[in-house]
Structure formats: structure tokens, C-alpha cells
């Protein structure tokens, strides 16, 4: 299908318009004989009314000398700029530009953003986290703009690739790092669970506990949203449990933030009194006070990855592997402890 755009109107404004398909509108503008007669008029009609103009072909080039666009549900987190990161690194090395945006949740805001995706004959697309309606995936598809999902959060088309980390393993190895120390009361503290990766850190969490022989208790278990504001009120939770826990696992660097802040607020010390486990490694984890022990995933090099597979599809290739999770590392720090007593 072509990537023909004018200088104010897509040809999905125009298939819109005209309730007809993308690539229908795609064939009238390339002049090609397999539409039927009443509907090509409507939709010449239409590109002249909206003054379209087809846009002439790239010219012959190296791969990658177009747009990607990265797309989150938000920006405000030091996890976003690390994937942004990876994604810079290749798509600049392979001559592309990267745009970046926030949908917020919102239909009309997809809805949006995906025209703009159409009117800049993007290369390719990486939703990161991103809870895009499945018509979206649809609405790319007809427009041949291919699409990889970093941590999807919910089970993209199998066609999509995935880019994402060992989720469940990392949440094992951090619990069984606290259960080592000697903890039995141990604190977890949720992503959104309509994340896949929330709900895999949980169930490492529930291994972890259950191959010591520890019950999962769950008034120790506490929604959160992976940020610093949840993780707090996390914290205040669990510690004012009659028994509360010697460690809290959070399943996000900011989140185990919050709760340090939890801590201090009552007069205890990390991990002097309770023991904190993270999860990202972001670059603030090492100058927390004290540095905080935490489940490295590789965040820019999942971005970097992305970008590549993107981009390779963009070239026609196929995804070596169309469902990859990148280990995840335990990094142990200063803000894990045997518990007192």
C-alpha cells in the first residue's frame, strides 16, 4: 500500500470521511482499476475537495532514513527516558528520527495520534506499556505500518512483536534474596495488574515465598502504580499492620522510593529496621540513601532492541523471535539486611 500523504490531509482522513477503507482510498490515489466505479468517484471527489496531493517516493537510500514513532501511556518517569535512550542509539545510528508521545489513556488521544502516525509516513511504531485498543493494532496494520510492543499490557495481536524482561525470574531471585537474609514477613508492593509484568513480578514474588515454605499472607500484598506516590502509601499500609513486615519487595525502583519515605516518616531506618528490594535499576537507585538493592532490567537495551526489530520489519524482514524477555539481574546494595532479632 502506498504512504502518500499531503501536506494537511491523510488518507485516513479521507477513507474516514469517505467510510471506506485505508487501502481503498490508497488504490484510487496509485490509479489503480479494482474499486468499484461509484466509490472512486466519491473518493476523487474527496482528495479534491481537501486539495490531497500525492507525496512523491523517498528516494533510493540507506535503510532507516525515515520516522519511528515511541509511544507511552506517560512521560514523567526516569524508566521512560531509558528506553528512549536505546531507542535513540539505533534509530540515529541508522539515520532515523524518533517521535515521541504520550496517549494518556484517552481514546481521542489515540485516535490523534494515530492520524499523526499516518500524515508522517511513519517507518514503524514501539508502544511501550501502552494499553492501545486492539483496533488500533488493526488501524496500523491496514496503513502497513508495522509495530513492536515493549512490555504489552495485555496480550498484543500474535503477529506483533514483543520486546520485554524475565519478569517472573526477577521477582523470584528478590524474594529469595529477602528470604535468604532470614525474612519471613515480606512486603510486596503491586504494579497496575493489568500490566503483564506486574502480574508476573507477583506471581516471582508467590514462588519465592512458597518454595521456602513461607505462606503468601495476603494483607502483605498492596496495589501500586509503579510510582513514588503509591509506593508510600504502600508503605504506610504495611507498616501499620498489628505485625507488619521486616522487608518490602516494590516492584518498581520509585515505588521502593515511596516506601524508604514511609520508613523515615516513622522514625525507622532502612534496612536497619525494614529491608527494601526494588525493581529496574534505575540510574538513581545507586545514590539513593542507602543505595538501594534492586532487580536490574535492561531497560535501554529493550529499547534498543525494539528499535532494530522495527526497523527490520519496516525493510520487509520477519522477527527472529516474535516473544523475547531479556534477563533480569539481582543487584544487591545497601538497603538489604538480616531482620533484627
Same mark, same amino acid.
Given at each position: 500500500?502506498?504512504?502518500e !500523504?499531503?501536506?494537511g ?5 479521507i477513507?474516514? %470521511?469517505a ?6 482510498? #490508497?488504490?484510487v490515489v496509485?490509479?489503480?482499476a479494482?474499486?468499484a466505479?461509484?466509490?472512486? =468517484? !466519491?473518493?476523487e471527489? $474527496? ?5 490531497y496531493r500525492?507525496?512523491?517516493?523517498r528516494p533510493?537510500?540507506p ?6 514513532? $515511541?509511544?507511552?501511556n506517560?512521560?514523567? #518517569? *526516569?524508566?521512560?527516558v =531509558? ?5 535513540e542509539?539505533?534509530?540515529?545510528a541508522?539515520?532515523?528520527?524518533v %517521535?515521541v508521545? /504520550? ?21 514503524g511504531v @514501539?508502544?511501550?506499556? #501502552?494499553?492501545?485498543a486492539?483496533?488500533?493494532h488493526?488501524?496500523?496494520r491496514r496503513?502497513?505500518?508495522p ?10 495481536p500474535?503477529d506483533?512483536?514483543t520486546?520485554?524482561a524475565?519478569?517472573w525470574?526477577?521477582g523470584?531471585s528478590?524474594?529469595?534474596h $529477602?528470604?535468604?537474609?532470614g525474612?519471613?514477613? @515480606?512486603g510486596?508492593?503491586?504494579g497496575?495488574?493489568q ?9 516471582g514474588? !508467590?514462588?519465592g515465598? =512458597?518454595?521456602?515454605?513461607? /505462606?503468601?499472607?495476603p494483607?502483605?500484598?498492596?496495589d501500586?502504580?509503579f510510582?513514588q506516590?503509591?509506593?508510600f502509601?504502600a508503605g504506610e499500609?504495611?507498616?501499620?499492620l498489628?505485625? *507488619?513486615?521486616?522487608? +518490602?519487595?516494590?516492584?518498581s ?5 515511596? %516506601?524508604y ?9 532502612v534496612?536497619e529496621? +525494614?529491608?527494601?528490594v526494588g ?13 538501594l538493592?534492586?532487580?536490574r532490567? *535492561?531497560?535501554? =537495551?529493550?529499547?534498543?532492541? /525494539?528499535?532494530r526489530? +522495527?526497523?527490520?520489519?519496516a ?12 534477563a ?10 538480616? *531482620?533484627?532479632?
Amino acid at each position: 500500500m502506498a504512504d502518500e !500523504r499531503s501536506r494537511g490531509v491523510t488518507i485516513t482522513e479521507i477513507a474516514r %470521511v469517505a467510510g471506506v477503507s485505508v487501502p481503498t482510498v #490508497s488504490r484510487v490515489v496509485n490509479g489503480r482499476a479494482d474499486v468499484a466505479p461509484g466509490t472512486r =468517484e !466519491r473518493i476523487e471527489e $474527496l482528495l479534491r475537495e481537501h486539495g490531497y496531493r500525492k507525496r512523491l517516493p523517498r528516494p533510493d537510500g540507506p535503510a532507516g532514513s525515515g520516522l519511528v514513532d $515511541l509511544v507511552f501511556n506517560d512521560l514523567d #518517569s *526516569p524508566w521512560a527516558v =531509558e528506553i528512549i535512550r536505546g531507542v535513540e542509539d539505533v534509530a540515529h545510528a541508522a539515520g532515523n528520527g524518533v %517521535v515521541v508521545s /504520550a496517549i494518556h489513556r484517552r481514546t481521542s488521544s489515540a485516535r490523534q495520534w494515530l492520524d499523526n502516525v499516518s500524515a508522517r509516513a511513519t517507518d514503524g511504531v @514501539i508502544i511501550v506499556t #501502552s494499553e492501545l485498543a486492539p483496533s488500533v493494532h488493526a488501524d496500523l496494520r491496514r496503513i502497513h505500518v508495522p509495530a513492536v510492543v515493549v512490555d504489552p499490557a495485555g496480550l498484543p495481536p500474535l503477529d506483533v512483536p514483543t520486546i520485554g524482561a524475565t519478569n517472573w525470574a526477577g521477582g523470584l531471585s528478590a524474594t529469595q534474596h $529477602l528470604v535468604g537474609l532470614g525474612h519471613r514477613r @515480606i512486603g510486596f508492593v503491586t504494579g497496575p495488574m493489568q500490566v503483564l509484568c506486574s502480574r508476573a513480578r507477583l506471581d516471582g514474588y !508467590r514462588a519465592g515465598l =512458597e518454595s521456602a515454605g513461607v /505462606a503468601v499472607d495476603p494483607a502483605l500484598v498492596r496495589d501500586g502504580d509503579f510510582y513514588q506516590d503509591s509506593g508510600f502509601r504502600a508503605g504506610e499500609e504495611l507498616l501499620d499492620l498489628a505485625d *507488619p513486615p521486616t522487608a +518490602v519487595f516494590a516492584s518498581s525502583d520509585q515505588m521502593a522510593f515511596g %516506601v524508604y519515605e514511609a520508613v523515615r516518616r516513622r522514625g525507622l531506618r532502612v534496612p536497619e529496621d +525494614v529491608s527494601v528490594v526494588g525493581f529496574d535499576d534505575l540510574a538513581l537507585a545507586a545514590w539513593a540513601s542507602p543505595p538501594l538493592t534492586t532487580v536490574r532490567q *535492561p531497560l535501554a =537495551e529493550m529499547g534498543a532492541l /525494539a528499535a532494530r526489530t +522495527v526497523l527490520g520489519l519496516a525493510r520487509g524482514e520477519q522477527a527472529d523471535n516474535p516473544r523475547v524477555e531479556l534477563a533480569t539481574e539481582l543487584v544487591v546494595r545497601e538497603s538489604t539486611a538480616p *531482620p533484627r532479632g
